[in-house]
């Protein structure tokens, strides 16, 4: 009998093990454990960062403070960060601004999970609305474009402005975190729609653990830093999802030195590519939704050969999701290289595009499987996918299919590794 392992898969709230045959490779981040003491290691942040003066006194006692912090799609632990910020910036007026980019507001019951009853209760809370133009205030342009940078009023219009983050590599804005609280965190749809537009995202410097010269990053940086953040606090994660390290003090400075902390932690070279590739969206909150797993599928896409197979499992508890145009630019095309040439004759400009055409890509040049309860059969066939029910026996058929000497790897926590072929 063929020798087998059991590897647990991150996969909704629970994770979901998954039978890997001898000979499969299993690759996961390089990172530490959680820090000992966060609390602590988030207080010494404030108080004596690594780049620029103190918390304290950067933001003088009676001012406003927007907040730039993640929505529900990202699982930045706030819980433990923002009793932390609270408790160093007294006498202060604290706006939280949560930096929704294009997705749906977050609700009541979501809030509360992320951030608890007494931050909610300590201060004023704003939720972005990309498509409230009243709600924003110009930048400038978007660097290379005449599109106005549309930055939310509500961040930018207080005394003081303080990003926190969460940095995992981002598979067409290089790194996540940072500069991206503000654009495209808390930038209006117009904004966004250039920032995400179809020439930036097909450019090859568009894509993971690239920053200089990336035409997505780049200008996001730009936008940024005409925003005048004051503060800027990033954290990167262990496995569990606890703080493995944090970075701060001036935004571009403390940035770099997150990208850089994770890029040797997370990114994983192979010599070469791979059959079959299972991977996830990370577990919730990041595999909510369909839309939110084409971050999973190209972490796997870096890996597969062409014709290759990838299987997903996500628990998609949110679906597609029915908010946005994710579902009906899916409908709207016959397969991905149809919507490809229809994006490439300019007939496709609009909401959740740009997550599409990566999408797109992907399914053009991979079979794409997917364990996906919150999402039915036929969504998933309209998703240029094929629903599979066990994902154990879906990767020992594939790589039965593939013949013998078949590769097959697996990333359990799907976009915290990024593998590349050297």
Same mark, same amino acid.
């Given at each position: 009998?063929?020798?087998?392992?059991?590897?647990?898969?991150?996969?909704?709230?629970?994770?979901?093990?998954?039978?890997?045959?001898?000979?499969?490779?299993?690759?996961?981040?390089?990172?530490?454990?959680?820090?000992?003491?966060?609390?602590?290691?988030?207080?010494?942040?404030?108080?004596?960062?690594?780049?620029? *003066?103190?918390?304290?006194?950067?933001?003088?006692? !009676?001012?406003?403070?927007?907040?730039?912090?993640?929505?529900?799609?990202?699982?930045?632990?706030?819980?433990?960060?923002?009793?932390?910020?609270?408790?160093?910036?007294?006498?202060?007026?604290?706006?939280?601004?949560?930096?929704?980019?294009?997705?749906?507001?977050?609700?009541?019951?979501?809030?509360?999970?992320?951030? !608890?009853?007494?931050?909610?209760?300590?201060?004023?809370?704003?939720?972005?609305? *990309?498509?409230?133009?009243?709600?924003?205030?110009?930048?400038?342009?978007?660097?290379?474009?005449?599109?106005?940078?549309?930055?939310?009023?509500?961040?930018?219009?207080?005394? *003081?402005?303080?990003?926190?983050?969460?940095?995992?590599?981002?598979?067409?804005?290089?790194?996540?975190?940072?500069?991206?609280?503000?654009?495209?965190?808390?930038?209006?749809?117009?904004?966004?729609?250039?920032?995400?537009?179809?020439?930036?995202?097909?450019?090859?410097?568009?894509?993971?653990?690239?920053?200089?010269?990336?035409?997505?990053?780049?200008?996001?940086?730009?936008?940024?830093?005409?925003?005048?953040?004051?503060?800027?606090?990033?954290?990167?994660?262990?496995?569990?999802?606890?703080?493995?390290?944090?970075?701060?003090?001036?935004?571009?400075?403390?940035?770099?030195?997150?990208?850089?902390?994770?890029?040797?932690?997370?990114?994983?070279?192979?010599?070469?590519?791979?059959?079959?590739?299972?991977?996830?969206?990370?577990?919730?909150?990041?595999?909510?939704?369909?839309?939110?797993?084409?971050?999973?599928?190209?972490?796997?896409?870096?890996?597969?050969?062409?014709?290759?197979?990838?299987?997903?499992?996500?628990?998609?508890?949110?679906?597609?999701?029915?908010?946005?145009?994710?579902?009906?630019?899916?409908?709207?095309?016959?397969?991905?290289?149809?919507?490809?040439?229809?994006?490439?004759?300019?007939?496709?400009?609009?909401?959740?595009?740009?997550?599409?055409?990566?999408?797109?890509?992907?399914?053009?040049?991979?079979?794409?499987?997917?364990?996906?309860?919150?999402?039915?059969?036929?969504?998933?066939?309209?998703?240029?996918?094929?629903?599979?029910?066990?994902?154990?026996?879906?990767?020992?058929?594939?790589?039965?299919?593939?013949?013998?000497?078949?590769?097959?790897?697996?990333?359990?926590? !799907?976009?915290?590794?990024?593998?590349?072929?050297?």
């Amino acid at each position: 009998m063929p020798m087998t392992r059991t590897v647990r898969l991150d996969f909704g709230r629970t994770g979901l093990d998954l039978t890997v045959p001898e000979g499969v490779d299993v690759l996961r981040p390089r990172s530490a454990a959680g820090l000992a003491d966060p609390v602590g290691a988030l207080r010494r942040a404030m108080r004596q960062p690594a780049f620029g *003066a103190p918390l304290d006194e950067l933001v003088p006692r !009676g001012a406003t403070v927007a907040v730039s912090v993640c929505d529900v799609t990202r699982p930045f632990p706030g819980r433990t960060v923002l009793p932390v910020l609270l408790d160093e910036l007294p006498g202060r007026r604290v706006r939280l601004v949560v930096a929704t980019g294009s997705h749906r507001a977050c609700t009541p019951g979501e809030l509360d999970t992320m951030f !608890g009853p007494e931050v909610l209760a300590a201060c004023e809370l704003v939720q972005h609305d *990309a498509d409230d133009p009243a709600a924003h205030a110009p930048l400038g342009t978007v660097p290379g474009s005449g599109v106005p940078a549309l930055v939310d009023r509500a961040f930018l219009g207080a005394d *003081a402005r303080i990003t926190l983050g969460f940095v995992e590599p981002h598979f067409f804005a290089g790194f996540s975190g940072g500069p991206k609280m503000v654009a495209p965190g808390l930038a209006a749809l117009e904004t966004i729609g250039e920032l995400h537009s179809e020439p930036r995202i097909g450019d090859a410097r568009a894509t993971w653990g690239v920053v200089d010269g990336n035409p997505v990053h780049d200008p996001i940086r730009a936008i940024a830093a005409r925003a005048g953040v004051t503060f800027a606090l990033d954290v990167a994660l262990a496995t569990d999802k606890s703080i493995a390290a944090v970075f701060s003090g001036a935004l571009a400075d403390e940035h770099a030195a997150a990208c850089a902390h994770v890029r040797e932690t997370a990114m994983v070279r192979v010599s070469e590519p791979y059959d079959v590739v299972v991977t996830t969206n990370s577990g919730y909150p990041l595999d909510q939704n369909l839309y939110q797993c084409v971050k999973g599928l190209k972490a796997a896409a870096g890996i597969v050969r062409d014709g290759g197979t990838v299987i997903l499992a996500a628990a998609c508890e949110d679906g597609l999701p029915a908010h946005g145009r994710y579902a009906e630019l899916l409908a709207g095309s016959a397969g991905p290289r149809d919507f490809l040439d229809r994006l490439a004759r300019g007939e496709i400009r609009e909401r959740d595009q740009w997550q599409v055409q990566v999408q797109a890509t992907i399914c053009e040049r991979a079979l794409v499987l997917a364990k996906t309860p919150g999402v039915t059969d036929d969504e998933l066939r309209m998703a240029w996918m094929r629903p599979v029910g066990d994902v154990s026996a879906a990767l020992a058929e594939a790589l039965a299919g593939a013949g013998a000497g078949a590769r097959g790897a697996v990333l359990p926590e !799907g976009p915290q590794t990024i593998a590349y072929v050297a």
